[in-house]
């Protein structure tokens, strides 16, 4: 088996394992927080980050749902990691936004965020923040699902099916998973161009 065999044969593993229950709830609490009113706040650093942003368009022209993502915002974010400090920039961000308890967080991670392996700590900080003020909080992460899983009232694990590709399988799953959901009749409110193209 060559590399790129092995690699779309682990592609098809980790599509089969999905957790489609997890996947379920998510659509289900996503289209409450919309009914409410709420708004969907997108967390993601590096490569998660442009997912955040791609998703974020997804989320408000095919689901109907006002959304954001805080690293589109290249100017407030600088400021911020100058100026409080990396640690504090999805925080800050979030307390300007005026989070409410009717409000999502959506993190996309490859391992979620840890505070005792100094990874990903501005998103352990938005989420205790989202804790504290009742927002809900919804993740797609991999590896152990980090602090994300540990306190989100839904997460999508990725499976590890190779410790070698953690990266970028859970990086091109963070994409089928939000197009999943934003394809999910609970979600959809638009349709997509080229679908509506006879």
Not at 177 to 196: M, Y
Request: hydrophobic share 45%; with cysteine; net charge neutral.
């Amino acid at each position: 088996m060559n590399f790129t065999q092995q690699f779309l044969a682990e592609t098809r593993q980790i599509a089969e394992q999905l957790d489609i229950v997890a996947i379920e709830k998510a659509a289900t609490l996503l289209a409450e927080t919309r009914t409410k009113g709420g708004r969907l706040f997108i967390l993601g650093v590096g490569g998660s980050a442009a997912s955040a942003s791609h998703a974020v368009n997804d989320f408000r022209k095919i689901a109907g749902m006002e959304a954001y993502a805080p690293t589109d915002n290249v100017s407030e974010l600088s400021a911020r990691a100058n100026d409080e400090g990396w640690a504090s920039v999805f925080e800050g961000w979030l307390r300007g936004s005026r989070l409410q308890p009717r409000d999502l967080l959506l993190v996309f991670s490859v391992g979620g965020g840890s505070i005792e392996k100094n990874l990903s700590t501005n998103i352990v900080a938005a989420l205790r923040y989202a804790k504290q003020v009742g927002a809900h909080i919804v993740g797609i992460v991999g590896r152990d699902g980090g602090y994300t899983r540990e306190v989100a009232d839904v997460c999508v694990l990725i499976p590890t099916v190779n410790p070698g590709h953690v990266t970028p399988h859970t990086e091109a799953f963070h994409g089928v998973v939000w197009h999943l959901l934003v394809s999910h009749p609970l979600l959809r409110a638009a349709a997509t161009k080229w679908e509506s193209v006879r």
